[in-house]
């Protein structure tokens, strides 16, 4: 599956970006979607991840209660609502997808994803 993420951008402390992942090609119907975030120096981050089949999205704790990930079935399109902005959220960010459903434990890892897309920059300042 080829993924197209956009919509970061730079934006000072304590505002909002949305990002979005689209699927080209296919649709998301069974896939299971996440964003993982990267910055400078340091590991990949898992950030959220939604089902396409239904239940509940889960977060990363770093990005609880400001982030929120929705998805647009129609589009089989995933976005990632950033609000409350922090220069910690400084990173490229990653939309992943698997065409599978897992337990939370597996689907926070990044090895669960078969596809990424090309990764978008989110820059805050403070």
């Known amino acids: 599956v080829q993924l197209q993420a956009s919509g970061g951008g730079s934006v000072q402390a304590g505002g909002s970006l949305r990002l979005s992942c689209a699927a080209a090609g296919r649709t998301f119907s069974s896939s299971t979607v996440a964003w993982f975030r990267q910055a400078p120096g340091k590991e990949r981050e898992f950030v959220a991840f939604i089902r396409f089949t239904g239940g509940n999205p889960y977060y990363g704790d770093s990005v609880m209660g400001r982030f929120t990930i929705s998805k647009d079935n129609a589009k089989s399109t995933v976005y990632l609502q950033m609000n409350s902005l922090k220069p910690e959220d400084t990173a490229v960010y990653y939309c992943?997808?698997?065409?599978?459903?897992?337990?939370?434990?597996?689907?926070?890892?990044?090895?669960?994803?078969?596809?990424w897309g090309q990764g978008t920059q989110v820059t805050v300042s403070s």
């Open positions: 992943a997808a698997a065409d599978r459903r897992g337990i939370p434990a597996l689907s926070r890892r990044d090895s669960w994803y078969g596809s």
